[in-house]
């Protein structure tokens, strides 16, 4: 048996904090994602053993209240009065302490033992300022720690902390200090603090904090009290406490309580902030001034897109060759191992094949995560959202919704779907859900890149993939429109984001970032991507064509394709696609992209290695695309518009009606809508492109 005594840590902070990459330096790679019951919200779990202690830590989703204005907000409160952690470590951006300190002031509400952070002390100091720690500490009456999480500096202390602290009763024996709310709000909370103690359920609740919570018109709050035995009571009470509280002050009592939490925070961040004597300038600032001005801010977003692109395409372009010539040496290899047969076909044709031209890409991916994961790292791309929300909110998008959307460029839809959770509004998160899927995901980047690397040439692809990157924006906003005049009809909430301080990333956290990302990328490969390319190797080789002495060995192979199961399919979908510069072989792909939209690569992989005559000559699929006859520039743009809007992946499919509560409506919507407008869409630039003559 172990004599390590057990510790449950939550680590609660604003967005942008830095509490991430606290959690990551305490738990290393001890930690376990998963979703809290019965919601969409990521759990993250880490496990750190330290001084005969056995510490769970749990970060909380990111939050700039205990309100119940989001899933996030909600879960992060349930966690604290629910689990009830041995301590909450309330991580603080040191350089904007008024709005961080917000948060506090609800965590000393809930009496939970508490201490705090002071993360980001560096970026605080090169501003000309520093934290007192003893001040501090001694206005708040909790625990304070300096950290600077990206460095590591500062976890050591933050684990003694916890420990001295748990094992003195500091914790058991805390009094913090609370916001003053004065006389007139305080009579109130205590009419209503004597209704609550009448409750034998609501009395286990903090008093203070719920009564608070009331007058505040927190939906959860008012939940809770709705389905208590006093209910009645309760509410009415609230009612009259919150209309003399309005005619008392001219304003609500939530605006009211508002002013006295940040009245209190700036309070203590005067009293505990010092200047130092330096010359330092605000660096974040001076950036800021360009970054965020109203005529460049547009421009620069977009240079940045562009330098992604062409890192993306420029550094990654030798090692896809490199990739593309192993899996061509090992597709002869094999060849010339295995017998002729069935097996030699479903390993070279099937497996090689499929998942190699999916796998060949895997550079263009790693890169991309990399270059995306620095901009993200070094806080610009919440200015990025900051920036587009004045683009965004004229087509009846909330700032929020490009968070979203980015995460869906930086990876795939189903996070991206997730990602909406952030907004506090029903309308924002379904109408950006909807727009997520037309994203560049990074799924969709190996069919874009085969593409343009065939018909292309090298000088021109990072300008196409810019542009078809504009076009995904450009798509997503016109869809948002129509929604929000629509079936989505109202406004977007406001726009409220912390803006962080710039950051130096390190080499570690983003290869760790794009490693992470991916893994994700290559297990999809081990598994669906096998799987599917076995099948459609499997539909294009079965039932065996009769033999034929008289047809030539090319003959023979297009003779078994077009009478296999899969080879009758496409003949039957011809007259769908065909208005549309498609043959049923390019149907049949993407219909397999519907598991994954990298299987379009594989399956197109598995039909051009199916019609090889001597696989021991195969070249690159880029290539054997290219010199098809029945391939134009046209056609391929056009295929890759259809690839661009129809329906998203069956995984990102049903996250998306899980988080729109299971509504079939909506479903509908997304599966039917989304291939409709990729018909159309793709009809309207084949006719027109044939009609002029470009690109055919």
């Known amino acids: ?293 109203r005529f460049l801010g547009i421009p620069i977003f977009a240079l940045v897109m562009y330098l992604i692109f062409k890192f993306t395409f420029t550094i990654s372009e030798p090692v896809v060759g490199w990739f593309e010539t192993f899996f061509e040496w090992l597709g002869a290899t094999a060849t010339n191992i295995i017998p002729e047969g069935p097996v030699q076909s479903l390993i070279v044709d099937g497996i090689i094949g499929g998942v190699g031209g999916v796998l060949g890409f895997f550079p263009l991916v790693l890169f991309m995560f990399f270059a995306i994961a620095f901009f993200e790292d070094t806080g610009y791309m919440a200015r990025a959202a900051f920036v587009m929300d004045k683009v965004m909110s004229k087509f009846g998008l909330h700032g929020k919704s490009f968070l979203p959307m980015m995460i869906s460029t930086n990876g795939c839809a189903v996070p991206g779907f997730m990602a909406t959770r952030t907004l506090d509004s029903k309308r924002d998160r379904f109408i950006t859900m909807f727009v997520v899927s037309f994203m560049i995901c990074g799924a969709k980047l190996p069919v874009f890149s085969l593409f343009i690397a065939a018909f292309f040439p090298e000088s021109q692809q990072t300008n196409v993939m810019f542009i078809f990157y504009v076009a995904s924006v450009f798509l997503a906003l016109i869809a948002a429109k129509i929604l929000s005049k629509t079936v989505l009809k109202g406004e977007p909430a406001h726009f409220v984001m912390e803006l962080p301080p710039y950051h130096v990333p390190t080499i570690r956290g983003l290869l760790l970032k794009m490693w992470e990302r991916g893994w994700l990328y290559i297990k999809k490969a081990g598994t669906i991507i096998v799987f599917i390319s076995i099948l459609i190797w499997a539909g294009f080789t079965y039932p065996t064509a009769p033999e034929n002495p008289d047809l030539s060995e090319e003959e023979a192979a297009a003779v078994q394709m077009e009478q296999s199961i899969l080879g009758r399919l496409s003949k039957a979908m011809e007259p769908i696609v065909k208005p549309i510069g498609m043959d049923g072989n390019r149907a049949i792909a993407l219909v397999a992209g519907l598991a994954a939209k990298e299987v379009v690569v594989s399956t197109l992989g598995t039909i051009y290695s199916l019609g090889e005559v001597d696989p021991e000559e195969s070249e690159p699929l880029k290539e054997k695309i290219a010199s098809d006859e029945g391939w134009s520039p046209l056609k391929a743009v056009v295929f890759l518009v259809f690839c661009l809007i129809y329906v998203p992946c069956i995984a990102a499919v049903a996250v998306f009606f899980r988080e729109t509560g299971s509504n079939y409506k909506w479903l509908a919507l997304l599966v039917i809508g989304n291939t409709i407008v990729a018909w159309l869409m793709s009809f309207l630039i084949y006719q027109i492109g044939t009609l002029l003559k470009i690109g055919v």
């Not at 942008?16 to 990551?24: D, H, L, P, Y």
Request: glycine share 6%.
């Open 1 to 293: 048996m172990s004599n390590e005594k057990k510790l449950i840590v939550a680590l609660a902070g604003n967005p942008n904090c830095g509490k991430s990459t606290i959690f990551n330096a305490l738990t290393g790679s001890n930690q376990h994602v998963g979703n809290y019951p019965g919601v969409t919200v990521e759990k993250k779990e880490g496990v750190k053993k330290y001084k005969d202690y056995e510490i769970t830590f749990v970060d909380l989703p990111g939050t700039y209240s205990l309100s119940a204005y989001s899933e996030d907000e909600v879960v992060a409160r349930d966690f604290i009065i629910n689990d009830k952690p041995d301590v909450v470590v309330h991580i603080i951006d040191s350089s904007n302490m008024d709005r961080n300190l917000y948060l506090f002031t609800q965590l000393a509400e809930l009496d939970t033992p508490v201490l705090l952070a002071l993360n980001m002390a560096d970026i605080l100091e090169s501003k000309g300022f520093k934290a007192d720690e003893k001040e501090l500490s001694s206005l708040l009456g909790a625990p304070v720690v300096s950290t600077i999480g990206n460095k590591k500096t500062g976890i050591d202390k933050l684990l003694d902390a916890i420990i001295e602290n748990h094992e003195n009763g500091a914790f058991a024996s805390q009094k913090k200090a609370k916001v003053d709310y004065g006389d007139d709000i305080k009579a109130e909370t205590d009419k209503l603090e004597v209704l609550i103690l009448k409750d034998e359920d609501l009395s286990k609740l903090p008093k203070n904090w719920l009564s608070i919570k009331l007058l505040d018109n927190d939906t959860a709050a008012l939940k809770k009290v709705s389905a208590s035995k006093n209910a009645s009571a309760i509410l009415a009470q609230n009612e009259k406490s919150r209309k003399h509280i309005e005619e008392h002050f001219g304003e609500t009592a939530e605006t009211k309580i508002a002013e006295y939490r940040y009245g209190f925070t700036n309070s203590v961040v005067k009293t505990s902030v010092k200047e130092l004597k330096s010359n330092k300038k605000d660096i974040t600032a001076l950036i800021d001034k360009f970054v965020l001005n």
